[in-house]
């Protein structure tokens, strides 16, 4: 069973009025996410490392007739405090609150032993799918603060609530961002109109799941245009009451 009420539906304009920023948005789940969250109304911000990549999303949301995206190119592997900071600086002249933020964009790092794990891919998993995630939040809750209800979604893995052998790096990391939701929810809870949660896709047939299972054959999982009801429930208010919790998007 998914966390939706069972009779919910997206009604049109669901997410209206909402300016949401999705991390990783240029393929795999977070460019469906983006895709989805524009259809039901919202502006959305395309954060990427590949800016072809959001420029092609840029596109497909003009073209479904969707409000005028923004692009912002970053490298999370490379970013860190002061450079969030300032984004979040040059976002609050143009925006008066942010209403959601989507932490999707994650790398797998080394499917190894931890024993074969290089340091140097452990540092840049953590980097990416754990720091930047820290920084980020911390830089944008001022932005957050602004909106009447605000959502902020962690994107967590199976792996991140059992540990399984050879997953390594990318395993711990989304433990630690099961911890910083659940840190992070405990510390608003009823002092803030932010909610915060963490979502386990499941498998999905992205990029990043077919190098994890390469003898998997891809339509054994659904796409990620056919899962989106959940992100879109979780950015519209009508979970606004759904916090602190580890959610899974399929059963
Ligand atoms: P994906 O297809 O590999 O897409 C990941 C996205 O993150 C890409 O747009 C990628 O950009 C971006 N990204 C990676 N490193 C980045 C960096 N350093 N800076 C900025 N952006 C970066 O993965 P996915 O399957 O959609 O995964 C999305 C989320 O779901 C991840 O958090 C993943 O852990 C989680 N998840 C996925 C599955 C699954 O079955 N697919 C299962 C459980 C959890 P580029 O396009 O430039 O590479």
Known sequence: MTFIPKDWRPRDGELGDKCILVTGAGDGIGRAAALAFAK??????????????????????????????????????????????ALAGELSHSLPKLDGLLHNASILGDRKPLAQTSAAKWHETMQVNVNAAFMLTQAMLPLLEQ???????????????????????????????????????????????????????GAVNTAMRRTAYPAEPPHTNPDPSELMASWVFL???????VHGQALNAQD
């Open 40 to 85: 039901y109304g919202a502006e959305v911000l395309l954060l990427g490392r590949t800016e072809a990549k959001l420029e092609a999303v840029y596109d497909e949301i003009l073209a479904q007739g969707g409000t005028r995206p923004a692009i912002v190119p970053a490298d999370l592997a490379k970013t860190g405090h002061d450079e969030l900071q």
């Open 235 to 241: 950015m519209s208010d009508s979970s606004s009451q």
């Open 147 to 201: 909106a009447p209800s605000a959502s902020i979604v962690f994107t967590s893995s199976g792996v991140g609530r059992r540990g399984r052998a050879y997953w390594g790096g990318y395993a711990v990391s989304k433990f630690a961002t099961e911890g910083l939701m659940q840190v992070l929810a405990d510390e608003l809870g009823g002092i803030s109109a932010i909610r915060v949660n963490s979502l386990n896709p």
